[in-house]
Each structure stands twice: as C-alpha cells, then as structure tokens.
C-alpha cells in the first residue's frame, strides 16, 4: 500500500524559511512523478511544484518560482520543498502527491496524483 507522509511544516514569519519533506513507501516503480499542493482555507487546491525522479525539468507555480525548490532523493524515496522568502499568502495545508507515471515541467491538476499524503501545515505570519 502506496503511503506519503509529509513533516517540517510549522510557524514562520515572513522572510523566512521551511524545508518539507515528504517519505514515499509502499511500491516498486524506480521513476515516477512527486508533488507538492496547497490549500488555504476557503480556497481550492493549487499545485506548487512536481519533479520527475527520473529526469527533466521541475514544474513550479508562478508564485513560487525563484523561491521554492523541489527536490528528491530517490534512494531515499524522499521528495523536499524548500521554501524561502515566504510570505503570509504561502499560509496553507501542503500536501505530497505521487503518480507512478512520466510527468513534464508543465502544471498538473489534483486528477492526475493518485496518492496524496495526509499534509503538513505551514503558517506565515507577516
């Protein structure tokens, strides 16, 4: 059974900085497509980021570009969001999604992750 965990959301203030980490377990595949979601309250979910473990250009939002990087370790099969400079806007629930399948570096909808962790909180306060 496919699990996602995600950890290191918390309490920052603006300008600072949040490393996520998100551990995969439960499958076989060697390459596959790892998310990063958000959604503040009253909103919909919005992709941040996804990476591609087995190659290519990473995806990021426009909001987040320059100041989030996604990263994975794929012998570890760990996914990270580093994030800085962040800002109250960036206050949300972050979630790590997984499809076992090739991704490119243009955006994707919640439909195409089927595994979604339980997500981690991150609140910016300005």
């Known amino acids: 059974q496919v699990q996602l965990v995600e950890s290191g959301g918390g309490s920052v203030q603006a300008g600072g900085s949040l490393r996520l980490s998100c551990a995969a377990s439960?499958?076989?595949?060697?390459?596959?497509?790892m998310g990063w979601f958000r959604q503040a309250p009253g909103t919909e979910r919005e992709e941040v980021a996804h990476i591609y473990t087995g190659g290519g250009r990473p995806y990021y939002a426009d909001s987040v570009k320059g100041r989030f990087t996604i990263s994975e370790d794929n012998a570890k099969n760990m996914v990270y969001l580093q994030m800085a400079s962040l800002k109250a806007e960036d206050t949300a629930m972050y979630y790590c999604?997984?499809?076992?399948?090739?991704?490119?570096?243009?955006?994707?909808?919640?439909?195409?992750?089927?595994?979604w962790g339980q997500g981690t909180q991150v609140t910016v306060s300005s």
């Open positions: 999604a997984a499809d076992f399948a090739y991704c490119s570096g243009h955006t994707m909808g919640e439909a195409d992750f089927g595994y």
């Open positions: 439960g499958y076989t595949y060697a390459r596959y497509c």
